[in-house]
């Protein structure tokens, strides 16, 4: 058994010669179809292999296997939409083919309690503790990776079931999320309300059985190709190394990382419990991470895209940030002037105080 590096596992995630969609389907309304379909709307160039005991013949002229044991040929990467009881039997076959790695989206683990908590226990006893194969997820909605802007050209890994993707753009920016919701539903949102705006990947990695924020973080500060890493988080699975990546990436001079961490009140971390199974952390604590860390911090899903977005076209422009915090502000509303002074002062800029040169030229300009 060859063992991979970990940048070597997430590139073959990103880059596999073959899948096998295990749980694809004819119903075209099922994650399992339209994961098939996203590979195949996507010029997906490897090998797609189909895997459902309960299904014969055929879909896009494809045919179906009963298991990955009957692909003769060699398999990269298995992406599980079934059953999350049926995963430990088909994960032992995976082993026995040799398939490297497995993104598992099926939910039904450390997020529902005990039964839950036993197959994350029999999963890592059958990997011997994720030596034998790597994993992404589960309860997660697969990993997306953006090669080309023209449909000639797009080549790729869309392998979620949540919708069918089509229209986007490349970009410099990588998202990674515990939540597929921004994997999914707000990522396409972003591609459709700003198309001007290009996306390079987005992982979600849901609850990190396995590969975790700092596999992909690594991986992306090594790529050239992306410039704004943004972030959402429920937990963090090692945060020395967490904060180590982010001070790495505080130093280049062609990344910015802005996250947005759940959790960060009594009731969020009872939300996130039952969400991706991400246990409390002490809030002082998660505070001192984040400051340690130096990233940008935003407070929702929208400011975090906004930031994304912002950082995404200076790197595009060249443009830098002033390196003096001082603004100024034309408005015709006197209510929006106050709040614009507020939250200028609240993100620690300054009105600069303008001068008698100044006044005169704007009384040529404005009548009494």
């Given at each position: ?89 088909i994960l032992k076959e995976c082993i026995q083919k040799g398939i490297k790695g497995a993104i598992i989206e099926s939910s039904g683990f450390e997020e529902v309690g005990i039964r839950g908590l036993e197959l994350k226990k029999e999963i890592i006893e059958i990997t011997d503790n994720f030596s034998k194969i790597r994993i992404v997820g589960p309860n997660c909605l697969g990993l ?188 015709g509303s006197g209510g929006f002037g106050t709040i614009l002074a507020d939250l200028t002062k609240f993100y620690g800029l300054n009105f600069p105080d303008l001068g008698e040169k100044a006044y005169k030229a704007l009384e040529a300009i404005y009548p009494e």
């Amino acid at each position: 058994m060859i063992i991979l590096s970990n940048m070597e596992i997430i590139h073959t995630f990103f880059n596999p010669k073959s899948v096998a969609v295990i749980g694809a389907s004819k119903n075209p309304r099922k994650g399992g179809n339209r994961i098939v379909q996203n590979l195949i709307k996507n010029n997906y160039k490897g090998k797609i292999y189909l895997v459902n005991p309960n299904s014969e013949g055929e879909i896009f002229g494809l045919k179906f296997y009963k298991s990955v044991l009957e692909i003769e040929d060699e398999v990269d990467i298995a992406i599980f939409y079934v059953g999350n009881t049926l995963i430990p039997r088909i994960l032992k076959e995976c082993i026995q083919k040799g398939i490297k790695g497995a993104i598992i989206e099926s939910s039904g683990f450390e997020e529902v309690g005990i039964r839950g908590l036993e197959l994350k226990k029999e999963i890592i006893e059958i990997t011997d503790n994720f030596s034998k194969i790597r994993i992404v997820g589960p309860n997660c909605l697969g990993l997306t990776k953006i090669d080309g802007d023209s449909d000639s050209d797009k080549k790729g890994g869309f392998f979620t079931g949540f919708a069918v993707f089509d229209k986007y753009k490349r970009g410099n920016i990588a998202v990674i999320s515990q939540s597929g919701t921004l994997n999914g539903g707000y990522l396409r949102h972003q591609m459709e309300e700003h198309p001007e705006t290009g996306f390079r990947y987005s992982c979600a990695i849901g609850n990190k059985m396995d590969l975790d924020e700092t596999y992909f973080l690594e991986y992306f500060l090594e790529d050239p190709t992306v410039n704004v890493i943004a972030m959402y988080l429920e937990s963090f699975k090692h945060p020395r190394k967490f904060i180590e990546l982010c001070r790495t990436a505080n130093k280049m001079a062609n990344k910015t990382i802005v996250l947005v961490k759940g959790g960060l009140t009594e009731l969020g971390q009872k939300a996130t419990l039952s969400h991706t199974g991400s246990l409390a952390e002490n809030s002082k604590l998660i505070k001192a991470i984040i400051k340690q860390s130096g990233v940008i911090q935003a407070h929702n899903f929208h400011e975090l895209f906004q930031f994304a977005r912002t950082f995404s076209m200076m790197y595009n422009t060249k443009k830098k940030l002033p390196k003096i915090g001082n603004v100024s502000t034309i408005t015709g509303s006197g209510g929006f002037g106050t709040i614009l002074a507020d939250l200028t002062k609240f993100y620690g800029l300054n009105f600069p105080d303008l001068g008698e040169k100044a006044y005169k030229a704007l009384e040529a300009i404005y009548p009494e």
